[in-house]
């Protein structure tokens, strides 16, 4: 299995997964720098993996599956994601390209939203960002705490595939909340030297992201303070810290 990115819009990937000349695609919100990836490598798509119904993720199925008739398109059952022929949802697997991969709900930024896990890898949509996480739209504050930290519990080299280039941005954010964090400072320095050359930040160790993402450091006592202090008030467990970070890059940040 080869997994390498697409770049499509301003700042989305979609995920190309490759064995042999089997491809499946993750999140095609454009379908037209799908296809010509796909005729450039002559490769033949075979499955189509949607974490959520907005359209920048969702955009170029149609079209893909007129080019590509008969094609499983996998989707989360608990929203109307555009195209989706299989619905999936918690417990449920899927085999792509050779890759068997776990369904996960992990709602939060989307009330139904969902991951595939396998292969020591995560497509996590746009949950889960590199040092960031997504806003919170249709779904709740606390859930999408609560789906971050599942996938925290993953294994630290467990490799984690967003679907936006955010990394910079979001290292940005994470200085605000721990500016004595040195790997903090140590990552934005690499990303930098990786964006100058023009080269993708993704995907990112788990490992990375654990000590970095402040999303996924709400026990961590500088960070506990950091959202306290934006609050203006004591905050009570993990959800809490969370909703307050979330609310200081909504409202300050972003």
Not at 20 to 30: E, I, K, L, N, R
Not at 52 to 62: I, L, Y
Not at 233 to 249: H, N, Q, S, V, Y
């Amino acid at each position: 299995m080869e997994i390498s990115p697409i770049p499509a819009f301003d700042d989305n990937y979609i995920w190309l997964i490759r064995n042999g000349c089997d491809a499946a695609v993750v999140d095609p919100g454009d379908e037209g720098p799908v296809l010509e990836r796909l005729q450039r490598e002559g490769l033949q798509l075979t499955a189509i993996l949607i974490t959520h119904k907005h359209g920048d993720h969702t955009g170029g199925v149609k079209a893909l599956k007129q080019a590509f008739p008969g094609i499983s398109v996998y989707g989360p059952v608990h929203e109307a994601a555009s195209g989706v022929s299989h619905r999936v949802s918690e417990g449920d697997s899927v085999e792509v390209a050779g890759a068997k991969f776990q369904v996960w709900d992990v709602p939060g930024h989307t009330e139904g939203h969902v991951a595939y896990y396998g292969e020591g890898v995560l497509f996590c949509g746009d949950t889960l960002f590199a040092a960031g996480c997504g806003r919170v739209f249709s779904g709740t504050h606390r859930q999408l705490h609560d789906s971050l930290r599942r996938i925290a519990a993953l294994p630290p080299e467990t490799l984690c595939y967003p679907a936006h280039e955010y990394t910079l941005a979001n290292l940005g954010f994470a200085k605000w909340v721990e500016p004595e964090n040195l790997d903090i400072l140590s990552r934005e320095a690499e990303v930098l030297a990786v964006r100058d050359q023009g080269r993708p930040t993704l995907p990112a160790p788990l490992s990375v992201e654990l000590a970095t993402n402040p999303f996924l450091r709400t026990d961590k006592e500088r960070v506990i303070r950091a959202a306290e202090k934006y609050a203006g008030c004591p905050l009570r467990d993990g959800a809490e810290i969370f909703t307050a970070l979330r609310t200081w890059k909504d409202k300050e940040y972003d």
